[in-house]
């Protein structure tokens, strides 16, 4: 069973431009939330995507956008860069099935804007 | 807006003692509760989870009370092991359950 992957590892921006995060999710899920974490902060929830659509967003700023592919696969968006946005940024897998479900995190991606 | 708390951002114990890691929540909504151990570098590990019909679950060493008057879980962890010196975050979730709100964490050190 393959785990929850994401890429890259790390990764260093300018201010204003544009990034792209992926994420494979776990076998068998169908599921995908991304997540933020500022340092010294616990994660903090951007948004989930189920078949394809956006299944709950939290409060984060439409700059922020994403995709699931048939695959449920997954990918993170954020334009116009801000200092702020600075952060690990987790993707988790869950499979969609029953009341609630345990997501299964990946290693994340370290962003780092300058 | 913080609706999931954990007070104590460090925790020292013993080998062998008893380890007790709080959190409190505000939302009376929530309804399902996890508790996840993040070690440096890797992302959070699923450690156990409570839903607010029962007021404890246990798996192992690892136990979680709920105290649903009090919107208060703990943790415990019994007997502590080095192995488990890692950042625990509690979070929570309720009405769709589809978001998880996750506390601030609380880096556990087991002393040998």
């Known amino acids: 069973e393959t785990g929850v992957t994401q890429s890259p590892t790390h990764l260093i921006k300018t201010r204003g431009q544009q990034v792209t995060l992926r994420c494979s999710s776990q076998s068998g899920h169908n599921t995908v939330s991304w997540y933020q974490q500022a340092l010294g902060q616990g994660p903090q929830f951007i948004f989930q995507y189920y078949r394809e659509e956006e299944n709950g967003r939290g409060n984060f700023p439409p700059r922020f956008s994403g995709l699931q592919f048939p695959n449920y696969s997954s990918e993170l968006n954020v334009n116009a860069l801000e200092l702020d946005d600075s952060a690990l940024y987790l993707c988790?897998?869950?499979?969609?099935?029953?009341?609630?479900?345990?997501?299964?995190f990946g290693p994340g991606t370290r962003l780092t804007v300058l | 807006d913080q609706q999931v708390k954990q007070n104590s951002p460090s925790l020292s114990v013993q080998e062998g003692r008893i380890s007790i890691l709080n959190c409190d929540y505000t939302n009376s909504m929530f309804d399902y509760f996890l508790w996840y151990k993040k070690y440096p570098a890797e992302g959070p590990t699923f450690l156990i989870s409570?839903?607010?019909?029962?007021d404890k679950n246990e798996d192992g060493r690892f136990t979680v009370f709920l105290n649903k008057s009090a919107k208060h879980l703990s943790l415990h962890i019994v007997p502590s092991q080095p192995g488990d010196s890692a950042v625990y975050f509690c979070a929570a979730s309720g009405g769709t359950g589809n978001q998880f709100y996750f506390g601030t964490g609380t880096s556990l050190t087991v002393i040998p």
């Open positions: 988790a897998s869950s499979f969609a099935g029953y009341y609630y479900n345990e997501q299964f």
């Open positions: 409570i839903s607010s019909i029962k």
